[in-house]
Structure formats: C-alpha cells, structure tokens
C-alpha cells in the first residue's frame, strides 16, 4: 500500500521560495500514479497546485503556474514542489497525493507552511 | 473554469439519519470526474467516491455518490458518529488538466 509523507521547513519568509518534499513509500513512484500538491489555508478549502507523471510532464493550476515547479526523483522515490515569491497568503497546509482515477488517494499527513518574518 | 458549489454549507442532522450532500457544477462535468472526500480535524483529506458513484476501497456501503451533468449527491444512508466531518467534491477537467474542489459541507452533530 503506498504511503506518503511530507517533509521541509515549516516557516518561510516573505517573498522567499517554499519547498517541500514528498517521499513515497511502499510502490514506486514510477507505479502509473500522477502526484499531486494540494494546500489547504487554515480554516479554509482545499485548492489542486499541480501535479507530475514520472515522466517528468507536468500540469499546473493556472492560478498558481508562474510561481511552482514540480519536479520528480526517481532514484529517491520522491516529488518535489517549489513556490516562489511567497506572501501571508501561501500560509497553509500542503498535502501530497497519488492521482489516479481523476481523484486523489492515497494522501499524506501534510505539513503547516507559514510565511512570517 | 467550472465552480462547483456545494450545499448547503452546513447540515445539522442526528446520528441514524440519512444525510443528503449536493454539489453543483457551472457547466457540465463527466460523471468520470467527479469524486467526494471526507476530512475530519487535524487530518487529510479522504477519499469516499470517484467516478460519482464509485466507492473508494474500505468505504461503507452507507456512503453512495449518485448524478450527472451539471448535479451530485453524495447520500449517507444511516449517520453513524464518525461520519460528522466536512465533505468536499472535487472535479477534473482534461484541457488544461486541473482538479477543482467545491468550497465543503460541514456536517455537524444536531
């Protein structure tokens, strides 16, 4: 069974470049899944930032395109989300996911960024 | 961009009753597409249904998804304790290739 599980800093500045790191564990990441970013504000909804095959294409939310990269790990098993030029508005909580049937599950744990000085 | 919109935002019901969840679409949506989830405090997301009508692996047979179109229902047939949660309905679409969710349903204990 795939599980998934966040890592990297919890506190970032303003105007810096969030980065996170999802590792995958109990398949591989080459297994025909697409990975996913989702984030969650404290309190709110939930809003879909991207996702990536192992192949390397990605998909973006436009919303969200001009500041995220995604990128994927094959020898570590990993994917990664990069969010530059933060504001308050990026505090949240990010989750990763395994995309397969137009839906997401399995699910990480998710991990609290916050963007403060 | 479709918004699919979910109501009503919250719903307050007894344990035993039956909850009926709706998300609506701006414009048409696959049935394919369209799936819930369940996430409860200080936990991820869950998946319930996809496909709008299929049952994810370990979901009650009390949770069905039902609809089509632009029109979802998801319906818990006989509300136990741990079903009081917030609901979301989430969609895709091919071109751009995106995932949107519905704003949530919070179901509270009445």
């Known amino acids: 069974q795939v599980q998934l599980q966040e890592s990297g800093p919890g506190l970032v500045k303003p105007s810096g470049t969030l980065s996170l790191t999802c590792a995958v564990s109990?398949?591989?990441?080459?297994?025909?899944?697409?990975w996913s970013w989702v984030r969650q504000p404290p309190g709110k909804g939930l809003e879909w930032i991207g996702e990536i095959y192992h192949s390397g294409t990605t998909n973006y939310n436009p919303s969200l395109k001009s500041r995220v990269t995604i990128s994927v790990d094959k020898s570590k098993n990993q994917f990664s989300l990069k969010l530059s030029s933060v504001t308050a508005a990026d505090t949240a909580v990010y989750y990763c996911g395994g995309t397969s049937w137009y839906s997401l599950d399995p699910w990480g744990q998710g991990t609290l960024v916050t963007v403060s000085s | 961009e479709i918004v699919l919109t979910q109501s009503p935002g919250t719903l307050s019901l007894s344990p035993g009753e039956r909850a009926t969840l709706s998300c609506r679409a701006s414009?048409?949506?696959?049935?394919?597409?369209l799936a819930w989830y369940q996430q409860k405090p200080g936990q991820a997301p869950r998946l319930l249904i996809y496909?709008?009508?299929s049952r994810a692996t370990g979901i009650p047979d009390r949770f069905s998804g039902s609809g089509s179109g632009t029109d979802f229902t998801l319906t818990i047939s006989r509300l136990e304790p741990e079903d009081f949660a917030v609901y979301y309905c989430?969609?895709?679409?091919?071109?751009?290739?995106?995932?949107?969710f519905g704003q949530g349903t919070k179901l509270e204990i009445k």
């Open positions: 414009q048409s949506v696959s049935s394919s597409y």
């Open positions: 496909g709008a009508s």
């Open positions: 989430q969609q895709y679409v091919s071109s751009p290739a995106m995932y949107t």
């Open positions: 109990g398949g591989s990441i080459s297994s025909g899944y697409w």
